[in-house]
């Protein structure tokens, strides 16, 4: 059994669970994909033939590259030499030479050597179509006078630096300076000019640098040279005041005191040494004859002979004195001349005694004057020590000034060096070649871009005509939005000259179409909405059928005409009846000679029998509408007891009555019809409708929805519904149902 109005069935609760999965989302997409396909297509060929157009028209551009590096161990090298005091290489000063290099005055100087504001290139509009169209333009709103020299430089300016580029290798000391022409020699030259120009910059900077230093440091060593001399001066003039002499390096009163004192520590172990002398003499003079070793001590020949004549003579004596006795003359003569002898050692002894005593009277003298000496000494050097702490300091700063004097000369010296022998930490590692390939426009780039480009553009217009596209095109639409089976869908049927026509009045080929074609798509398209009436019959009666739209022009009137010519053709009695009150498209077009119709019927003016005719091929009645231009209040007309009586009355007689009704957006007619209509056929124009209008007339008309027998889609374009559905296109039905013998 056909459900009609249960659009919540197994089927369709079930695509409705399998809606949030992501393989239906997919779907969904390839759907739109499917459905859009020539749009995108289109669009994707489009881009596409401008790439090529673009590719074909473009000049191309050539590009050079040379490369540059910064040469560390050169810096390092002639480092100690520099006056301005070079540092380190690191990655801000590679940055830096980056953004030297992007300067005008780099820029200004390669357009200055080469001539650039002569080139047409850098002060023309760039050559191409599209430059001669600017060129032309530029001379229609020009005011005639010819630019200044200022104006070209500053135009080749801009237009040099478009086509430059300058970038660091990553983490090196590497810079890659780039240029782009249409001409690839005139590249390479232009490439290797900014890098000789920049050589020259720097070269230029460091000799300008230097030779400023030099002015600087000249006369910076005038006024140092006069302040070394100043502080020398004072330094000579404060020794002469203050009589500081020094000799190899010392003073000459420290040298003194120095000498004094070593004098009076000889001075007194002199004294000491002749006092211990003296001392051992006075000593020796106690004893009556000095013992052998005193003698020997003291070294004096007299007195050693004397001790060894006296030592004899005691011998002799004590022998005599033994011999003869102690009286003996021999002994007494002996022991006289001993007493001589010891007489002459004493008187010697004596003198030494003497001698030692001047000695030392004399020690005593020398180093007390000595000590005398010391003091004097002394007290002067503790003067001299007083003002050498000033000369100190105007040493120092003699010293100081000396220093700088030399310093600043050096420098001068190893500036007028480096005046004549400059070098630059930069050098060309790679100069730039006279390129064989063109590097703009890439021909497989901008291609894939455009392919790109394209799919993106497309599928963002697919999205947007299919969020854009409120309008029904197929069944499950119908189904999701109104709550209700879609039971048909009638191709568009175009007659000649109409396409693109929207008419008042339907086309009177058109109301028989499916007795002229009875096996074309639209007959059976028709013949389903008829199995969908006898299906639902079961549930319910479906004699009186009312067919209306939304809005006019939506095919109601073919449809009602030709299901009602299929329902008679098959056999049935059938009655169409116009409706329509306000519009009666349906009555001019098949009785355009009636004077009276459902309107005279109703107002008991006319019989039944005089007021309808009869198809003679088909057998169906029509009844007009009748004179319906004075009718002010046609839903009261339509909801009349005798109208009411009137459709009983047809009900008795036909076996189907088939109403055609006004739209319903319009005009209220419909609604006041429910009450003897069994079902309401809803014709919705596919691709035409809006989705909105149609569910709020239904909503507001509930009284029609309960007996809504389903929603037919007419006008469809069957080549575009087979993009929308598959199983309705042409394809469908061409491959099998052409073999049943249906036709278009």
Known sequence: MLQVNKPTSEINRDFAEADGSPSQSLTSYLEIIRRQFPTMIAIVSACVIL??????????????????????????????????????????????????????????????????????DFIGSGGGALGAVVDFVGRLFSDGHEPSEFELTRKALERFEKNRTIKRLGLTYVMEIGFTSKDPRKAAKIANAIADAYIVDQLEAKYQATRRASVWLQDRIKELRTQASAAQKAVVDFKTANNIIDTGGRLINEQQLA?????????????????????????????????????????????????????????????????????HLAAVNLRSQMAEIKKNIQDELKRIQESYKSEYDIAVTREEAIKSSLANAVSESQLTNQAQVQLRELESNAQSYQAMYDNFLQRYMESVQQQSFPITEARVISAATTPLIKSYPKSLIILGAALFGGLLVSFGV??????????????????????????????????????????????????????????????????????????????????????????????????????????????????????????PSLSRALRPDSKSGLVDLVSHKAQLDDVVSVDPQTGLVLLPA????????????????????????????????????????????????????????????????????????????????????????????????????????????QKYYARYGYVE
């Not at 290099?101 to 080139?119: F, G, P, T, Y």
């Not at 299919?466 to 095109?473: H, Q």
């Not at 299906?535 to 109601?556: C, D, F, Q, W």
């Open 626 to 733: 009748g004179t319906t231009s004075k009718l002010l209040h046609t839903n009261e007309v339509l909801a009349s007891k005798p109208m009411r009586d009137l459709v009983a009355l047809l009900r008795s007689k036909y076996d189907y009555v088939v109403l055609d009704m006004p739209p319903m957006a319009p005009v209220v007619d419909v609604r006041v019809t429910s009450s003897f209509v069994d079902s309401f056929v809803f014709v919705v124009e596919w691709g035409k409708t809006k989705i909105d209008v149609v569910r709020h007339n239904l909503r507001g008309a509930p009284e029609i929805q309960d007996k809504l027998l389903g929603v037919a889609l007419n006008k469809a374009d069957t080549k575009l519904l087979a993009r929308y559905e598959s199983y309705h296109g042409r394809y469908y039905y």
């Open 462 to 583: 697919a999205m947007a005509r299919e969020l854009s596209d409120k309008v029904f095109r197929t069944t499950s639409q119908v189904e999701e939005e109104l709550g209700t089976n879609c039971i048909a869908i009638l191709p568009a049927l175009a007659a000649p000259g109409s396409i693109g026509k929207r008419k008042s009045n339907p086309e009177p080929d058109f109301l028989r179409y499916v007795v002229d074609n009875p096996l074309s798509r639209f007959s059976e398209a028709v013949r389903s909405l008829k199995v969908a009436i006898d299906l639902n019959s079961i549930v319910r009666e479906n004699r009186v059928l009312a067919v209306t739209s939304t809005l006019p022009n939506e095919g109601k009137s073919t449809l009602s005409t030709n299901l009602a010519q299929l329902i008679a053709h098959g056999g049935a009695r059938v009655i169409l009846v116009d409706a329509d009150l306000r519009n």
């Open 51 to 120: 790439a090529l157009l673009y590719l074909f028209t473009a000049a191309p551009q050539f590009t050079s590259t040379a490369s540059m590096v910064i040469d560390t161990r050169k810096v390092q090298l002639f480092q100690q030499q520099s006056v301005l005091g070079d540092i380190a290489i690191d990655s801000a000063t590679v940055e830096t030479q980056v953004e030297i290099l992007k300067s005008e005055n780099i820029s200004l100087a390669v357009i200055r050597d080469l001539r650039l504001i002569d080139d047409p």
């Open 259 to 327: 000498e004094v004192n070593s004098q009076l520590v000889l001075a007194h172990a002199g004294t000491a040494e002749a006092k211990a002398r003296l001392d051992r003499m006075n000593n020796i003079l106690k004893q009556d004859i000095p013992d052998a070793n005193v003698a020997d001590a003291l070294k004096n020949e007299t007195i050693v002979k004397l001790r060894a004549q006296y030592v004899d003579m005691a011998s002799k004596e004590s022998i005599w004195s033994t011999k003869y006795g102690h009286d």
